[in-house]
């Protein structure tokens, strides 16, 4: 069998780190103790992390659960439980030898028949099953192997594998059965579930039988050398983001998701607070529907493209809180490209209006669909409707409920709307692949007519999916980044940073997707 | 009389079937997706439309109207899609926490209503009554999670006197139950103890003048007793009623 040489370089490396003597002290708590209260911003309805999606369901499941892989700080794929992955030379299969004296819970040590039912699990009702539909089935030849085989071969199965939107967490094989929501929260994590109550609170307390990964010296991305030096953490939810603020000066919160930016001045004069932002949050977009007129006409799109000023439409957006970006991928990750940079920020307004002179475009009214649940697709609206109307377009808001312009941007061939605005978080996150099926059917963001996609932008995500060779992966998307900016199918204006704050004295929490709470401390 | 309320008791059912049907029927009509919005702004396409194949949303109505009416006969008034948790369960959890919460607004608007509208019109049209009228306009006019952020600010963050957020349970701690239930307490309590103080005074003004409030004050009555006896109680009636 031939040890894993793709993009996963890394975790071949990873796998080379667990056999070698560690060259520097693994990380050990400075203190330990105390209760940590998170503000969170949104509700959370479950804890089922392999039937939700949702940031707020993985901000507390993924301090509960684990999974076989996952990834590290920059978003590369690393064993977790998993001691090593080995993919046969002709693609068709992965073995995994799981680490050694790994315990759930509830006592239950961890072994292959419990990966097979967590597969079996979410394979039955997984939100995100379809990251299974090549894959053959799966055996347990002994208690620390699991063998995954597939139909065919497919280059980027451990990038899928890996993804943390909707992991294959590990759960007891006796869990198996259990429904949609109803997941019993038993995991292998560093914390264990000790009160759960939707739309208030979740109450974590250390998992003493856990046992870190020594592999790692350090917590990295969602896995590494992980340890609990808090006694708890509760997640408390806090939907009014003054109330979050509020509750971080007086210190019932001790860190708090998402600091409203006009809060920023005041917060960063209180010495008993640290300001953390995180970059690259999320990117603000809008898509076109491309099964209409007049956004059907390249000629039209470019002159919107070349209308405007991301500067501008971002400083709206996010308060000043944002970078500029070209394309969707973002300058940390190994996959970041500019192909199609020359379509980024354009702001001529001189150029605008001869490709709207050319589209033909005759004064029809031009909807731009939007939300004010999200404050960043709004504000974005407002100044692109603005921009629009200074070379001459007709255009004006339609301002529904995010649900409803959900609904309506995914209705095939509708009339309803010309531009829709999003933001796209955590799919940039996972990759080039995970952000980029957006832009191929089922559901292409921009809308082709009757669902049928731009063959060179088809198949150039072919190219991604199927070629082996990972440098001709990068160069596939690329191409497709390319593409798809040229004939303006997505207008990607910025990256948006997403502001988290804590109480001085938490130390070792560092923002990330998830607040990771493992080598976490609270400073007496 | 048992006819009676045997009569309305059965006239209510088809009531009930009407009112669940309609509500029922307004749910599914009104734009929005309740796959959208459970999965979040992260979710792609592809997996809101396994969400909405995995809580039913894709059936047609019918069938789920029929699911719905099945559930509700067996004593299943089905699942909360946000909460994800059965609605009966997720009620009996937060009734306790309504509960105490609304009895604690109860009195404090009876409290502050009833006595300021006494005050007032004991007061009249000095600056005592023209204080409590504007503390009145201001209860009404104010919303009360302004109110409520208003407060946050002032006497958690300010001044450190009451907690920024959080419930602790009565059986567990009174004090703190006290302490993290006055200011939603307060902007519950506010808007209707203006109202309430507004309809005091005007009741009270047009009892004090009645001929039995003249007679109790010409016997020497106290004016405690004369207030809280002859006055509201008379007035009492008519708040009840209101």
Redesign the interface.
Known sequence: MKRLSLSTGLVAAAMALSAAPLLAAPFTCPTRGGDLVFGQE??V??L?QM?S????TRNIAMNIYETLITRDENNKPIPELAESMQESPDGMSYTFKLRQGITFHNGKALTSADVAASFDRYNR?G????TLDNVAGWETPDPQTFIIRMKQVQPTFVEALSSF??PIVIIPSEHKDDE??QLRPVGTGPFRLLEF????HAKLGRFDGYKPNTAYEQRTGFGGYRVACLDTVTF?I?T?A??RV??L??G??HVVEDVPTRSLEGLRRNSALTILPLQNW?IQIALPNTSQAPTNNLAFRRAVQAAMNMEDIMDAATDNNYRLNVGFQYPNQPSYTDAGKETYNINNQQRARALLRESGYRNEPIVILTNRD?PPMYNSALVMEQQLKAIGINASLRV?????S???S?RLNSTEWHFFH??W???PALGALATM??LVS??A?YRPRDDKDDPEVLAAWNDMNNLRDPAARQEAFARMQRLVLERAYAYPFGSLTKVQASRANVKGFTPFRIPRFSNVWIER | MILVALRRLLSAIPVLFIVSLISFGLMRLIPGDPAAAIAGTSATPAQIEQLRRDLGLDEPLVLQLLHYYQGLLQGDFGKSLLLGKGVLAATMERLPVTIGLSLYALVLTLLIGVLSGIIAALRQNTWIDQFAMMIAMLGISIPNFFLGLLMIVFFAVQLGWLPSGGYVPFAQDPIGWLRSTTMPAISLALLQAGLLARITRSGMLEVLRQDYVRTARAKGLPERQVIFKHALANHYCYQARW
Do not use: C, H, K
């Open positions: 949104a509700n309805n479950s089922d039937t999606s949702t940031i707020s009702i939100l995100q099953r379809s939107s909707v949609r929501q109550v939707p739309g208030s408390r806090v009014e003054s109330a509020a509750g000066e007086t019932a919160l999320w999200y529904v409920d995010w649900p409803t959900v609904q309506m995914q999003s933001g978080g955590t799919q099926q957006f089922p559901n963001a």
